[in-house]
């Protein structure tokens, strides 16, 4: 297939809201690649297969050959390319990955030039993002869609399966298993806005306490322990607590769920950017380790001693759980008898400094990567008034509105960011503020609107952090939308003050 044939596809998409016709336009492209071509799923759902090929976003700035006439470039030859610059190690090496992409932009048109500097900064927003590619991969191959996202959730890698099931059908899709040491992808939960709302949409419930956390898939095998993080990665190395508390466990072998964290001296958890300190630079080794000891505590048991539990119901993996897994490394969890006793689970769990709860169904499967009504979660959102300060224009559905928003704090007689956010907008609300930050701009730099800063809204957020990124030294963490507010004047929006008392509450050991 020609680069230029998939990137007419990516546009095609992008310009549509419509789900349905989404996966149509996906359903064509896929179904027009051969096998060894199936790199370009994961290029329509945003992200090369691999992550990022190790060149900054101001470097390939500089990289400006003047584009090609006519379109010569394969994605073949493109994944080749890739796979060839990731590849490159040693001294050197940073010049030979900028003259292979030169060379790539060099054979490009300019609309495959704009597309591929977009999927190499992971900024291809064209609104098909892992879910909706296997929904069409499904459709362009007649396969059941369950069969699909069942192949995606234990390979965890879209191009495999894409391969697999354009070249081998649904006999491809069946060699995936739930494999030791190869991580599946986790299940997820969706956002509940009450207890009463979650209680009414959840067969058999059973809750348990949400830790703000780093989630961990632990896999054991004999004295072979390895941890994967929430992505795939690897990060046994950074997690020693987490390998001891594994292998103490009586079992041959072993795939568990969970989640690790920081906890202070008189067992509250410490917030969630502490936490993932532990994850962060190797030269910080053993000092932080003392500093920052991890508890570890395991939700959910997927495989069990050769037996593979992902069809189980969740209440029985649980009880496979609690044969082996002793209350000390164990998630709180209790069957609620009605939703009085539900509501003061989750009053205990947000006094206990957590962040919140979980409901979940007792008969539901383990499926991962899907943000289903099997897994709710029940958290404690903050709600403060922000004011604009400036906004950027929005990319595939929201191309043409501005969109993210760059939020600030009142400091005195000015205003300091401290976040940006895009989400809880609807289509209305980004016709009415973009409108409103257009009628209010000052200056325009790139794809960034700045504005005089009149424009209030009311924002929810789950905990403030420390940032080097904002004015403000700190960001809001999980920050959304939840209304405009054209009735507040900018000054009466919430002043910094009350995010540091925030920061330093929820900081305190």
């Not at 493109?78 to 940073?94: L, N, Y």
């Not at 977009?118 to 059941?144: F, I, K, M, N």
């Not at 956390?213 to 607590?241: K, L, W």
């Not at 119901?313 to 009605?338: G, K, L, N, Y």
Request: proline share 5%; glycine share 8%.
């Amino acid at each position: 297939m020609r680069l230029v044939d998939l990137v007419r596809a990516a546009q095609r998409i992008s310009s549509t809201s419509r789900r349905s016709e989404k996966v149509a336009v996906l359903s064509e492209v896929l179904g027009s690649l051969q096998p060894d071509e199936a790199a370009a799923a994961h290029w329509l759902a945003g992200e090369l297969p691999g992550g990022k090929l190790g060149v900054g976003y101001r470097t390939l700035q500089n990289l400006d050959p003047p584009p090609a006439t006519e379109p010569t470039l394969t994605v073949d030859e493109v994944d080749r390319a890739h796979r060839a610059i990731r590849a490159e190690k040693g001294p050197g090496s940073t010049a030979r990955r900028l003259e292979r992409l030169t060379e790539l932009l060099r054979r490009a048109t300019a609309a495959e030039q704009e597309h591929l500097r977009r999927l190499w900064v992971a900024e291809l927003r064209q609104g098909a993002l892992e879910s909706l590619v296997l929904e069409g991969l499904a459709a362009a191959t007649g396969l059941p869609e369950a069969d699909v996202r069942r192949a995606q959730m234990l390979a965890c890698n879209l191009t495999e399966v894409t391969a697999a099931a354009l070249g081998e059908g649904a006999a491809g899709l069946a060699r995936f298993d739930l494999t030791l040491f190869r991580p599946v992808l986790p299940m997820l939960a969706q956002p509940a806005e009450s207890m009463p709302e979650a209680w009414s949409a959840v067969d058999d419930p059973i809750l348990e306490l949400k830790l703000d956390g780093a989630r961990i898939q632990v896999h054991r095998e004999g004295s072979d322990v390895r941890v994967f993080s929430r992505r795939g990665n690897d990060v046994t190395a950074a997690v020693p607590e987490v390998v001891e508390a594994a292998s103490a466990l009586p079992v041959r072998s072993a795939v568990l769920d969970g989640e690790t964290l920081a906890m202070t001296a008189d067992g509250k958890p410490r917030p969630f950017q502490t936490t993932m300190r532990r994850f962060g630079r190797k030269g910080e080794g053993q000092a932080l380790r003392e500093e920052l000891v991890l508890s570890t505590f395991f939700f959910d048991l997927l495989l069990l001693d050769g037996q593979t539990l992902l069809d189980a119901p969740a209440a029985e993996r649980f009880r496979a759980q609690d044969s082996v897994v002793p209350e000390t490394s164990a998630i709180p969890r209790e069957r609620p008898a009605d939703l009085h006793a539900a509501e003061r689970f989750v009053r205990r769990a947000f006094d206990g400094g957590h962040e919140g709860a979980m409901l979940k169904a007792g008969n539901s499967r383990y499926e991962a990567g899907r943000r289903g009504a099997h897994w709710l979660k029940i958290k404690q959102a903050h709600t403060v008034d922000l004011v604009v300060l400036a906004a950027e224009w929005g990319s595939g559905r929201r191309r043409g509105w501005l969109s993210n928003l760059h939020l600030g704090a009142r400091d005195g007689d000015r205003f300091v960011m401290l976040s940006k956010t895009f989400k809880g907008l609807t289509d209305d609300m980004l016709r009415t503020q973009t409108n409103a930050l257009l009628s209010l701009q000052t200056q325009r730099e790139d794809h960034v609107v700045h504005v005089r800063p009149e424009w209030v809204v009311e924002v929810a957020y789950s905990d403030v952090q420390l940032s080097p990124h904002y004015p403000a030294g700190l960001a809001l963490r999980f920050a959304r939308v939840k209304r405009h507010r054209p009735d507040k004047p900018a000054s009466s929006v919430t002043p910094l003050e009350h995010f540091r008392d925030h920061w330093a509450r929820t900081n305190g050991d």
